[in-house]
């Protein structure tokens, strides 16, 4: 089993939390459940944390988990602090296959979907 996770900033906002819970669901609609477990989590100021979703996914079965930072541009938080978040579990289950995907600014495409929106 593999897990996808979406990881976002966090915000004080529920509204700002509540795009992204919906952007996880509208993924798992999309997909065979039996294959992909869809999670969110958030960096800071929300929760649940990378880490508590990642301890999820393990607990669910997941062999395999890719973290998607939900980030426009690769500041720090996407070079930096993602990464050390998915080392912390690395750490706990050396066992499992831990991946940090490309951040959403640098995905194929992302230019057809600016210029989709004019």
């Not at 997909?31 to 992909?36: A, F, H, P, V």
Request: proline residues 4%; contains cysteine.
């Amino acid at each position: 089993m593999q897990a996808l996770i979406i990881v976002a900033h966090g915000s004080k906002l529920k509204s700002s939390n509540d795009e992204i819970k919906n952007i996880a669901l509208k993924i798992k609609e999309n997909i065979e459940e039996d294959k992909l477990l869809v999670f969110y989590s958030f960096l800071e100021l929300s929760e649940p944390s990378i880490f508590q979703s990642g301890e999820e996914a393990v607990k669910s079965g997941c062999k395999t988990i890719k973290f998607f930072p939900y980030f426009l541009a690769a500041g720090k938080h996407v070079k930096v602090d993602i990464p050390n978040e998915i080392d912390k579990l690395k750490n706990k289950f050396p066992e499992i296959n831990f991946t940090l995907l490309p951040h959403i600014g640098a995905c194929k495409g992302m230019e057809k979907l600016i210029l989709g929106n004019i």
